[in-house]
C-alpha cells in the first residue's frame, strides 16, 4: 500500500468510523487533506456522495475522490511549476470556452422550444425530386424476398408456387407457413444494399448485375439448409436510389437545414435589435 493510499484510508476511518449506515454526516468544513497550500474540507467531500449510499459504498466513493483530488492537485503543481510563461496563462481559452458554452447551451435551448422538426411527406418528397443528383447510388440495391428451412425437413410441394405468386392469399399462406417451419424468413418490401442481403443468404455470385436481373425464383443448398430467394425490384449503382430508401436520410437533412437557417435568422435577429438599440458602435471605418 503506498504512503499516500495509506493516509487516505487513515483519514477516513477516522471520518467515518463512528458513522452507522443510516446516521447523517454533519458538515463542519473540517480538513481532509492537504497538498502544498490547498486543502480539501470534508463539505466537500460529502458532496460526491450520493444520498442513501450504504457505509460501504460511502467508503468508496471518498476514497475515489480523495484519491484523484490530490493527483490532480499534485499534477497542477507540476504543471505550473515545468510549464513556460506563455503555457501558464489559459485565461483566454478558458474565457473563451465558456462563451461558446453559453452560446452552445442559449441555442439548443431555443431550438427544443422553437424548432418544427415535423417534416412532412410531401415535403420530402418534393426535396427527393428536386435534389436527385444527391442521391446516386455507390451500390447496388434490392428488395427480396428469402426463406431458409432445414433441409431434412422440407417436404411442401406448393411452397414454391406460394413463393413467387403474386396473389395476396397465396402470399397469406406462404407467411403462415413460414412461421411454422422456417428457421429464417424475410417477406418484406424494403429496400436493401445487395450486401446486407448476401450476409443473410449465401449466394454465391460472380456477377451482381445477372443476379439482380434473374426473375426466377433462386433455390440452392447450403450446409444443411434450403434457401428460397426471389428478387422482387431492383436499382442498379450509379442509378438514382429509391425514395424509400433515403426518406429518413432527407428528413434529417431538412431538420439540419432548419437549424442551420434559425440560428442564422436569430443571430441577424439579435444583431438587429442591438444595432437599433445603439448598442454596436464601430470605431474604425
Sequence with gaps: MSKTFGYIAFVLVIFTGCLSENQEIE????PVVRVFDDVLYDTEVLEAIPLGASKEDSLSI???YINSWINNRLMVRQAEINLPESK???SKKLEKYRQDLLIYSYQNQ???EKLDT???EIEAKEYYDSHQDMFQLADYVLKAHYIQFDSATFKHKKLRGWFMS???EDFEKLEEFCYMHSTKFSLEDNWMYLDELLK???IVTYNKENLLKNTKLIEFYDRGFLYLVRIVDYELKDEISPYELEKNNIKRIILNNRKIEFLDNLGVDIYQKAKNENQIEVFIQ
Design 118 to 120: 415535423t417534416v412532412s
Design 88 to 90: 501558464k496563462d489559459v
Design 166 to 168: 403474386n396473389d395476396e
Design 200 to 202: 443473410q443468404v449465401p
Design 62 to 64: 471518498r476514497n475515489g
Design 27 to 30: 458538515t463542519s468544513g473540517n
Design 110 to 112: 431555443l431550438l427544443l
